[in-house]
């Protein structure tokens, strides 16, 4: 069965510091890969999704980039940490390619605090 | 485009009674519509999707949906609800080209004891 990863599950960063968070998928292969952000209180926000190692799409314009050197690894990441970059990012995977499905499926989550 | 209404933003209901989350959509094509459930600090879980083969879908946890086309709705219910049911409920269809999806802005459920 097809599991997903996330990490740190909690992380506390100041202002201006960089930013890495990491997702993996296991029991799949060539999975199309999404990160989300989720604010408090309000519902979730799509910031990058991947249909292909290397291949990024960015939905909204921010100080975050994503990377998928690998074909089941998803990073996102910052050089310098806003306070409104707090909230709780979510990875999600689908299948992809030929098997291209809608259905999406979260991993755990990681709880960000910019202070 | 595609939007999604979730029309309650907090259902308080007690044990052991029915419970109805409501949620309407608007899509310019036939989309597939999902609920999923999110408990405090955790991810998001599937709870069912509709891709038009049944009007009424069958999910987890004794939850069902049923979509309605000339309502433009997709109200999920639960014949009783138990504690463990208490979280945010998201309503979410599928976006262009399948590959976003556009979430409602969610239901908190809490079950009265």
């Known amino acids: 069965s097809q599991t997903i990863h996330q990490w740190p599950a909690t992380l506390v960063q100041p202002v201006g510091s960089p930013l890495s968070l990491e997702c993996t998928v296991e029991g799949t292969s060539n999975p199309n890969l999404y990160w989300y952000r989720q604010a408090a209180g309000r519902g979730l926000q799509l910031l990058f999704y991947s249909v292909g190692i290397g291949q990024i799409s960015s939905e909204v314009p921010q100080n975050l980039s994503a990377s998928r050197p690998q074909d089941r690894q998803f990073i996102l990441s910052s050089k310098k940490l806003l306070l409104s970059d707090s909230g709780f990012y979510l990875c999600a995977w689908s299948a992809g390619g030929t098997s291209f499905t809608d259905t999406q499926y979260f991993g755990p989550g990681t709880r960000l605090t910019v202070l | 485009a595609q939007s999604v209404t979730q029309l309650d933003s907090h259902v308080s209901v007690s044990e052991g009674t029915p419970v109805l989350l409501r949620c309407n959509y608007s899509?310019?094509?036939?989309?597939?519509l999902f609920w999923y459930v999110q408990h405090p600090n955790k991810g998001l879980q599937l709870l069912l999707k509709?891709?038009?083969?049944?009007?009424l879908v069958k999910g987890i946890n004794g939850f069902e949906a049923e979509f309605k086309k000339s309502e433009t709705s997709f109200h999920l219910t639960k014949p009783s609800a138990h504690m463990s049911d208490a979280a945010e409920y998201f309503c979410?269809?599928?976006?262009?080209?399948?590959?976003?999806?556009?979430f409602g802005s969610g239901t908190r459920l809490q079950v009265q004891p």
């Open positions: 899509s310019s094509y036939s989309p597939s």
């Open positions: 509709y891709t038009s083969a049944a009007t």
């Open positions: 979410v269809v599928s976006g262009a080209g399948r590959r976003a999806l556009t």
